[in-house]
């Protein structure tokens, strides 16, 4: 039987990506600028991709002073981040440098159990910062979920994106890492707060990105927890306990 463990984060914290999804997006700069709109708007209203800090050209954005990042771009182009190519750099385009390289910080919201069993709500851009809290085995420094272009071509005509997921707190049933037994952990409530909001943004994505003309491949075959997510790429809220063994063949 798998566990039930009530008020216990059943989850981790990992050093690389647990899921990935990829999508490619015409490489047209106006097709661009919606496209990354549509995405940063989906990721503040579902609370899954915020930009907490961005390095400016002269200076640095920070969300809990400047508010929004694209409306504040929209207030200071001129501040506009020192992104290729020069066009882009223009017109605001720097979805495909939403990594700390670039000095992007960017941040999630997530749920999780506190150590006296109560549901905590924070924006966290770095999941060492819950670690202690949440009596993670293991915590590492970087985001919960990231976003950025893979590396193109010069005249291809697309570019590619991937959105990763670097914990296992969105799917409902967990591999037992460096915990006694060998059961499926139950994250199901978890998963039902944090999947559903993650599920949210990932049909915003979908749709942005036919807009765009652009092409969505969810569910990459080397991914792990590839059994807890559908063919459409949305988390399996209600995936049978066995789904957790694609963890461990990923």
């Keep these: 039987m798998p566990s039930s463990e009530a ?14 999804w990829h999508v490619g997006v015409p490489a047209i700069n106006d097709v661009l600028l919606r496209w990354q709109r549509a995405v940063l708007d989906a990721g503040e209203r579902t609370g899954i991709l915020r930009v907490q800090e961005l390095a400016l050209s002269n200076g640095r954005f920070r969300f809990d002073r400047d508010g929004y990042v694209l409306d504040f771009l929209a ?13 882009s750099r223009s017109r605001c385009v720097f979805a495909k440098y939403l990594d700390a390289s670039f000095g992007v910080v960017p941040a999630t919201r997530l749920e999780y159990y506190d150590r006296e069993g109560k549901i905590t709500d924070s924006w966290i851009s770095e999941m060492k910062d819950i670690g202690s809290a949440a009596d993670l085995l293991e915590s590492f420094q970087q985001p919960p979920v990231l976003l950025g272009g893979m590396d193109s071509l010069p005249g291809e005509e ?6 990763a997921v670097t914990t296992d707190i969105f799917f409902p049933w967990n591999p037992p ?20 909001r993650l599920n949210a943004f990932l049909a915003e994505l979908k749709t942005a990105t036919a807009s765009a003309g652009g092409v969505w491949n969810p569910v990459p075959s080397y991914s792990r927890n590839r059994n807890q997510v559908d063919d459409n790429g949305s988390i399996i809220l209600d995936a049978p306990p066995s789904s957790w063994h694609a963890c461990l063949r990923g």
Aim: glycine share 6%; aromatic share 6%.
């Design 7 to 20: 008020h216990v984060n059943n989850w981790c914290s990992c050093e690389d990506e647990v899921f990935v």
């Design 75 to 87: 207030d200071h182009p001129e501040l506009a981040p020192n992104v290729e190519p020069q066009e």
């Design 158 to 163: 697309s570019l590619t994106f991937e959105l």
């Design 177 to 196: 890492v460096g915990r006694p037994g060998n059961q499926a952990l139950d994250n199901t409530q978890l998963a039902q707060l944090n999947g559903s």
